[in-house]
């Protein structure tokens, strides 16, 4: 009897750990706030809160940028995703487990505005369907990249660095860096041009407390980061995306 209760107790056990660990992994946060200069806010569980610096950002996630707001965003597989003023973005669906497994996800939707990003594990991995941004008049696939996207009006996106694929109802087109691309609806073909050089190669910027590397991530209007000078202990922000 002592034996079968025993038994019974460390099974009981063991289901409470795998439960608890599931638990902890699905609740993972995809990423943290970097930088947030005016106000910004989260919809979660139809809760709205303003985003401090260090907030923890999850799937199911809308973030909003009012007219003095900016945002940067740091995904745990070191994608950096930076939000101009006036912009709504939400993360829909987000997986990673600290590498590239075949279950890997990051799917986004940009509703209004404008943001940047530099690709992290999951855009450069060999599942080319496991990233995406929905828009409402086109989506973008990418394939291991640095580009800014614009939802006003129509979808304008500018690749500098790899390249995004952009997929509307008339059918796809490959964005390769220094190139942009206009789609006007979602129901009418795209225009590809050529970015003015000062777009298409931005400045280096110094490097956060990211963990992101040397160069992985370059400074333009849009793009902003907290820097540590170099042999000090004090933080030091940009004041532009």
């Not at 199911?60 to 950096?80: A, C, H, P, V």
């Not at 590809?192 to 990211?210: D, G, H, K, R, Y």
């Amino acid at each position: 009897m002592a034996k079968q209760w025993r038994s019974n107790y460390t099974f009981k056990v063991m289901v409470t750990l795998i439960t608890l660990f599931l638990c902890q992994a699905v609740m993972a946060a995809a990423g943290k706030v970097l930088f947030v200069v005016g106000t910004v806010n989260i919809t979660s569980n139809q809760q709205v809160r303003s985003v401090q610096q260090g907030a923890e950002i999850n799937a199911q996630d809308t973030i909003e940028t009012k007219s003095n707001g900016k945002l940067q965003i740091r995904f745990t597989d070191g994608s950096i995703v930076s939000l101009s003023p006036n912009t709504r973005f939400y993360v829909e669906r987000y997986l990673f487990n600290g590498k590239n497994d075949g279950n890997e996800t990051g799917f986004f939707s940009l509703f209004k505005g404008t943001f940047r990003t530099v690709s992290g594990l999951i855009g450069k991995g060999a599942n080319k369907d496991a990233y995406k941004v929905s828009t409402p008049t086109a989506t973008i696939g990418i394939r291991g990249t640095e580009y800014t996207a614009t939802e006003d009006n129509g979808l304008t996106v500018q690749v500098h660095k790899g390249a995004v694929f952009v997929t509307n109802e008339v059918g796809g087109t490959l964005v390769e860096q220094g190139k942009q691309i206009y789609v006007p609806s979602p129901s009418k073909p795209a225009k590809l041009t050529n970015l003015a050089a000062s777009v298409s190669t931005p400045t280096q910027t110094p490097i956060s407390q990211s963990g992101l590397s040397n160069g992985s991530l370059q400074n333009t209007r849009e793009v902003c980061v907290e820097t540590v000078a170099s042999g000090a202990g004090t933080l030091r922000s940009c004041s532009q995306f």
